[in-house]
C-alpha cells in the first residue's frame, strides 16, 4: 500500500472513530439502563382477575384513532377481540371498567365495527370524523381526530365516574389480556398522568422481509432509553401507542396542535409530550412497563418512509416549540436540555447513514492493516487502544440488535430453534438494515436543512396487499386519480 493511501486510510480511520464513538455515546446509555434497571423495564409480576376484583382500579376507554384506509379493519378488529379475550374472563367485572373508542374517517369502517361489537361485553364505540370537522387551531391528519375525541369527551360522551385512562393504540396494537391485567394493577396506585411501556414487533412477523425484521430489532431496545426518559419526565421522545393518558389531563392538554408554516404536523405524539410538560412539569410523566404487540412495516419502503417521518416530524415539532411562549417561558437550562438532548438523537441517528457507509468501505481495510501490523510488528492504522474500543462499540450494537430481536420473536409463536435462526439473521444483515434506516434519518434531515418542508401523510400500511398498493407521494396519488 502507498504511504499516500496508508495516510489516507489512517485519516478515514480517525473520522470513523470520531463518528462511531458519538453514536457509541447514546449506545451506552441503551446499555447503562439495560444492564442496571431492566427490573423496571417490563412489569413481570403476574395479576389475576380476581386480584383486580379486590383492587380499587380505574375505568380505561382503549382508543384506535384510524383514517380508515385498506387493511386497517382487519388488524383493529385483532386489537379489540384481545380486549374481549380479557372481558371472557369475567364478563360483568370488565364489562365496568373497559370499553373501546374507535375514531374512524371511513363510515364502511365505523358500520363493520359497530355491526360486529354489539353484542361484545365490553362497549364498543365508534365515532365517525365529520369531512369538515375543523379544530381551533387548524389541526390535521390523526392529531385531527384524537382532538374531536377529546371535544365530543369534554361535552361528556361516554363519561365515566372516577378516575378513568385513554389507552392509546396504533392501529395493529395488541394488549394482551395478561399485560391488559398488569396495566390495570399499575393504574390502580399510579399517582401519573401520561404512562408508557415498551413495544415489541411480533405481529405478522414472518410476512416482513428480513431487513424490515433486523430494522425492528432496534426498537425494542431503544425503548430501555424510552423508559429513562418518561422517569426522567422530560419528552424527548413519546411513543403514540402504548400511551396512558389521565382522561382528565387529555381532555385539559387536547390535541389541537396546530400546523407550522401552514404544514401539518406529522409527529403528534412528540408534540403532545411537549404540551404536557410545559402546562404540568416532569412530575405527570411515568413508565408502567407493560408490553405492547405491535407489527413491522411488510417492505423496505415502507420501513423507509415510517423513519423519514419520525425524524422530519420531530423537526416539525422542535420548530414550533421555539415559537410557542409557554417554552420560551421554560428555564433556559431546560429549554437548551430539551433541544440539544432532542437533537442529539436526531443527530445520532442520522449520523448512522455516514458512519455505516464509511465502515462497510473502511473496516475491512483497517482490520487487514491491523492484523499485517500484528504479525509483522509494524505500526497499526489506528493505536490499538482506538481499535480496542472500535471492537468493543460493535459488539455492543450487534448485541442490543440481538437483544431486540430475541425481544420480538420470543412473542412470535416460533419453535426455539426458528427463534435462534431469526436472531441470528437479524445479527448478520444488521449494518445493511440499519444503514437503510439511518439513511431515511439522514434524508428527514437534509430535506428540512434544504428548506424542503411539505408534507404527504401515508400512515404505515397494515396488510401486505395494502402495502402493495400504498401511495407515499403526491404525485403517486395524482396518478393515481388518474388511472
Not at 6 to 29: C, D, K, N, P, Q
Not at 257 to 275: C, N, S, T, W
Request: one cysteine or more; a neutral charge.
Amino acid at each position: 500500500m502507498s504511504a499516500v493511501l496508508a495516510h489516507a486510510t489512517t485519516a478515514l480511520g480517525w473520522v470513523l472513530f470520531v463518528g462511531i464513538s458519538v453514536i457509541g455515546v447514546r449506545m451506552l446509555s441503551y446499555w447503562r439502563s439495560f444492564l442496571f434497571s431492566w427490573r423496571r423495564y417490563r412489569h413481570r409480576d403476574v395479576v389475576s382477575t380476581a386480584q383486580l376484583r379486590l383492587t380499587p382500579v380505574p375505568f380505561v376507554k382503549v382508543q384506535i384513532t384510524t383514517r380508515g384506509s385498506a387493511g386497517s379493519s382487519e388488524v383493529i378488529q385483532r386489537g379489540i377481540d384481545n380486549v374481549m379475550a380479557l372481558a371472557a374472563e369475567d364478563p360483568e367485572f370488565y364489562g365496568e371498567i373497559l370499553s373501546v373508542e374507535v375514531v374512524t374517517e371511513s363510515l364502511d369502517q365505523a358500520t363493520l365495527l359497530h355491526d360486529r361489537y354489539a353484542p361484545a361485553p365490553v362497549d364498543v364505540s365508534v365515532l365517525l370524523l365529520p369531512a369538515d370537522y375543523q379544530t381551533p387551531g387548524g389541526t390535521q391528519l390523526k392529531a385531527r381526530g384524537l382532538h374531536y375525541a377529546v371535544e365530543r369527551r369534554r361535552a361528556g360522551w361516554n363519561a365515566k365516574p372516577g378516575r378513568t385512562f385513554v389507552v392509546h393504540y396504533d392501529e395493529e396494537s395488541v394488549l394482551t389480556p395478561s399485560e391488559f391485567r398488569k396495566l390495570l394493577a399499575h393504574l390502580a396506585t399510579t399517582d401519573k398522568k401520561v404512562l408508557e411501556g415498551p413495544i415489541y414487533y411480533p405481529l405478522e412477523y414472518l410476512d416482513a422481509s428480513a431487513l424490515c425484521r433486523a430494522m425492528e430489532a432496534n426498537r425494542p431496545v431503544g425503548c430501555f432509553e424510552c423508559r429513562q426518559v418518561m422517569e426522567d419526565g422530560v419528552p424527548l421522545h413519546l411513543h403514540g401507542s402504548n400511551l396512558v393518558v389521565d382522561e382528565a389531563f387529555e381532555n385539559e392538554i387536547g390535541w389541537d396542535i396546530g400546523a407550522l408554516d401552514g404544514q401539518p404536523l406529522i409527529a403528534e405524539d412528540y408534540v403532545f409530550g411537549m404540551k404536557a410538560f410545559t402546562a404540568a412539569g416532569s412530575e405527570v410523566f411515568g413508565w408502567h412497563g407493560c408490553a405492547m404487540l405491535e407489527q413491522p412495516p411488510f417492505s423496505v419502503r415502507s420501513a423507509f418512509k415510517q423513519r423519514h417521518r419520525w425524524i422530519f416530524g420531530v423537526l416539525q415539532g422542535m420548530a414550533l416549540n421555539r415559537r410557542l411562549p409557554e417554552f420560551r417561558a421554560l428555564p433556559a437550562r431546560t429549554r437548551a436540555g430539551i433541544v440539544w438532548g432532542t437533537r442529539f438523537r436526531i443527530g445520532t441517528f442520522a449520523l448512522g447513514a455516514v458512519v455505516g457507509s464509511l465502515s462497510l468501505l473502511l473496516l475491512p481495510v483497517l482490520l487487514t492493516r491491523s492484523v499485517a501490523a500484528l504479525l509483522h510488528d509494524e505500526t497499526s492504522p489506528l493505536p490499538w487502544p482506538a481499535m480496542t474500543w472500535l471492537a468493543v462499540l460493535g459488539a455492543l450494537w450487534l448485541g442490543s440488535v440481538g437483544i431486540g430481536a430475541w425481544y420480538n420473536v420470543a412473542e412470535a409463536g416460533m419453535s426455539r430453534g426458528h427463534r435462534l435462526t431469526e436472531i441470528a439473521r437479524a445479527v448478520a444483515i444488521a449494518p445493511v438494515a440499519g444503514l437503510i434506516e439511518s439513511a431515511a434519518g439522514l434524508w428527514a434531515v437534509t430535506e428540512w436543512g434544504m428548506g424542503r418542508r411539505e408534507v404527504f401523510w401515508q400512515p404505515t400500511p397494515k396488510t401486505k396487499s395494502a402495502d402493495a398498493t400504498a401511495v407515499w407521494s403526491a404525485e403517486e396519488e395524482l396518478a393515481a386519480l388518474a388511472d
